[in-house]
């Protein structure tokens, strides 16, 4: 299986907004950024997200944020959101990654193949600590936060912290 994790660009694969039709709105406290009412509106959407990658006319109390698309052999299976830095907000719920896999692809290991890749992202951006937030029940986001390393920080009004410190992924891309 090959996978490769692709930031967002302008324009876009086609495949992406069939993704982003098939994820629907979010759920599990994932909201998903790339649901829009048509194709027209989801091109309209696309500059302005990149424009929040670079902090550009971001929403009130918002970080920049990067979207990651993971493919596998060619089709887009999920994707990422990744927040350059924490506020309060997001220390409470949401954290520094958020990331949904598409209904079809889901318990393939690919939602532990994206998280792995987004770590690997964080730590190119200086991130030597990443927090993850996730519903108490949500079972199979636990196990790809575990699978990565996650260690559960604290259970609080039904939401779990995790953190995963990235020194291990820095000193992986440092390697030959
Ligand atoms: C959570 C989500 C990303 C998991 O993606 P995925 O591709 O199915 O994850 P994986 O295939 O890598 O599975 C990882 C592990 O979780 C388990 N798992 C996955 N979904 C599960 C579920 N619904 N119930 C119980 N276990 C589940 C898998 O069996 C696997 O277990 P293992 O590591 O012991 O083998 C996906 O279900 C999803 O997009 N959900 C909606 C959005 C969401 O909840 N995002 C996270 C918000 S915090």
């Known amino acids: 299986m090959a996978f490769e994790l692709r930031e ?3 324009p876009e694969d086609k495949k992406i907004y069939e993704m982003a039709r098939e994820i629907g709105p979010g759920e599990n406290g994932f ?6 009412a048509g194709y027209s ?6 500059p302005v997200l990149r424009d929040y990658s670079s902090g550009i006319d971001l929403p009130p109390g918002h970080v920049p944020q990067t979207l990651y698309f993971l493919y596998a052999d060619g089709r887009p299976v999920g994707y990422g959101k990744l927040r350059h830095r924490l506020t309060d907000s997001l220390l409470v719920t949401g954290g520094h990654i958020g990331y949904c896999i598409r209904p079809t692809a889901r318990r393939r290991g690919y939602g532990t193949a994206l998280l792995s890749g987004l770590l690997g992202k964080a ?11 996730c519903e108490e029940g949500n079972e199979g986001s636990r196990r790809v936060i575990e699978n990565n390393g ?27």
């Open 8 to 10: 967002l660009a302008v």
């Open 41 to 46: 509106k989801f091109l309209n959407l696309l």
């Open 150 to 176: 996650g260690r559960l920080a604290e259970l609080d009004n039904r939401y779990c912290r995790y953190w995963i410190g990235l020194s291990n992924v820095q000193a992986a891309a440092g390697r030959d």
């Open 31 to 36: 909201v998903n950024s790339l649901y829009t």
């Open 123 to 133: 730590s190119e951006l200086g991130i030597d600590r990443v927090l993850l937030t």
